[in-house]
C-alpha cells in the first residue's frame, strides 16, 4: 500500500496529511471508482478496509493514530487522512519488506543503512 509509506513517512517526520481521492495536479476524481471494491460500497467499509490496510502494513498500534475524515467536493468524495508525529520509529511494508520512510520537503524518501540509523538518532534522540 503506497498511501502506507507516505504515512509513516509523515509519522517519522513531523505528521502531516495525506489527501486520496485528489490527483497530483489538484483535480478531484474522488473515492467513488474505490467504493465498488470494497465491503458495502460505501465509505464506511472504505474506512474500515484502510484501517485493516494500515493495520497489516503498519501494526495496529499505528492503526489508533490515524483520523480519516471525508469532505464531499465538486468531482467526488475526498478522504483526508492526518496522522501526527510518532513517539519512536514508525516501519511500513514494501515489496514484503519493512522500510524506513521520511519526509523530504514535498517528497517521501526511503533512508537505509547509515542514513536511517543517523535521522532515527537525531529525530528520536536516547
Known amino acids: 500500500m503506497v498511501g502506507a509509506q507516505s504515512l509513516a513517512a509523515f509519522a517519522?517526520?513531523?505528521g502531516g496529511t495525506l489527501l486520496l481521492g485528489v490527483a497530483d495536479d489538484g483535480e478531484v476524481c474522488g473515492l467513488q471508482p474505490d467504493?465498488?471494491?470494497?465491503?458495502?460500497h460505501d465509505l464506511d467499509g472504505w474506512e474500515l478496509w484502510l484501517t485493516g490496510a494500515v493495520a497489516n502494513c503498519m501494526g495496529k498500534a499505528f492503526e489508533a493514530q490515524v483520523d480519516v475524515t471525508f469532505a464531499t467536493l465538486a468531482?467526488?468524495?475526498?478522504?483526508?487522512?492526518?496522522?501526527?508525529?510518532?513517539?519512536?520509529?514508525?516501519?511500513a511494508k514494501k515489496e514484503g519488506k519493512d522500510?524506513?520512510?521520511?519526509?523530504?520537503?514535498?517528497?517521501t524518501q526511503e533512508l537505509t543503512g547509515q542514513a536511517a540509523l543517523d535521522y532515527q538518532?537525531?529525530?528520536?534522540?536516547a
Open 12 to 14: 517519522n517526520s513531523y
Open 35 to 40: 467504493l465498488a471494491t470494497v465491503k458495502g
Open 75 to 91: 468531482g467526488g468524495v475526498v478522504a483526508r487522512i492526518d496522522v501526527g508525529p510518532s513517539p519512536k520509529p514508525v516501519f
Open 99 to 107: 522500510v524506513f520512510m521520511v519526509r523530504t520537503n514535498n517528497s
Open 121 to 125: 538518532l537525531s529525530r528520536w534522540p
